[in-house]
């Protein structure tokens, strides 16, 4: 049974690029949630999809959007990076039908913005 | 907004020795709170968690204790061992399954 995979592990951006970000979640999950993790911080809660729609958003500009697909795999994509973008993005599915259970991380994507 | 406290930041101890890690909540409606692990460059592993109906739950060396009325809840390691060393979050859910974590604790355990 595979867990939460990413793509991709690492990558590299400068200033004002876009970056798309890949999750497909455990198998049998249908929500998917994105965190962002900075470099000795704990992982910050971005936004949050559920039978394709955003479900929840956390504090974080409209440049952060997503997609969530049929098969439940999602996307994060960051328009017109930052420095300050630079962080290690996490993806964390859990079943969304009700407000119990666990959520299951990836092991994410390394994001650097020179 | 939702914010979750967390204490130390660092905590340093022997083998062999106990570890407490201790948060606060600011959501009352908070029903779920998980302990992460996160060693370098991996993702945070779930090691322990409880719900908002349990006071305190134990595996193995690991315990977690929860008072709603103070919004505290903590984390207990009991015989620490070297491989216990990493970062540890604690994470309170409130809406609907969104988490958030407090900045985290490091633990060292020296042989």
């Known amino acids: 049974d595979a867990g939460v995979t990413q793509s991709p592990t690492h990558l590299i951006k400068t200033r004002g690029q876009q970056v798309t970000l890949r999750c497909s979640p455990k198998?049998?999950?249908?929500?998917v949630s994105w965190y962002q993790q900075a470099l000795g911080q704990g992982p910050q809660f971005i936004f949050q999809y559920y039978e394709e729609e955003e479900r929840q958003r956390g504090n974080f500009p409209d440049r952060f959007s997503g997609h969530q697909f049929p098969n439940y795999s999602s996307e994060l994509n960051v328009n017109a990076l930052l420095l300050g973008d630079s962080a290690l993005y996490l993806c964390a599915s859990s079943l969304g039908g009700t407000n119990t259970g666990e959520l299951f991380f990836g092991e994410g994507s390394r994001l650097t913005v020179l | 907004g939702e914010n979750v406290e967390q204490h130390p930041s660092t905590l340093s101890v022997q083998e062999g020795d106990s570890a407490v890690i201790k948060c606060t909540y600011s959501d009352s409606a908070s029903n779920y709170f998980p302990w992460y692990k996160q060693e370098l460059g991996k993702r945070p592993q779930l090691i322990i968690d409880?719900?908002?109906?349990?006071g305190e739950k134990k595996d193995q060396r690991i315990a977690v204790t929860l008072n709603k009325t103070a919004k505290h809840f903590s984390l207990h390691i009991t015989e620490t061992q070297p491989e216990d060393s990493a970062v540890y979050f604690c994470?309170?859910?409130?809406?609907?399954?969104?988490?958030?974590f407090g900045t985290g604790t490091r633990l060292l355990v020296s042989p």
């Open positions: 409880i719900r908002s109906n349990v």
């Open positions: 198998s049998g999950h249908d929500t």
């Open positions: 994470a309170a859910r409130t809406g609907f399954q969104k988490l958030v």
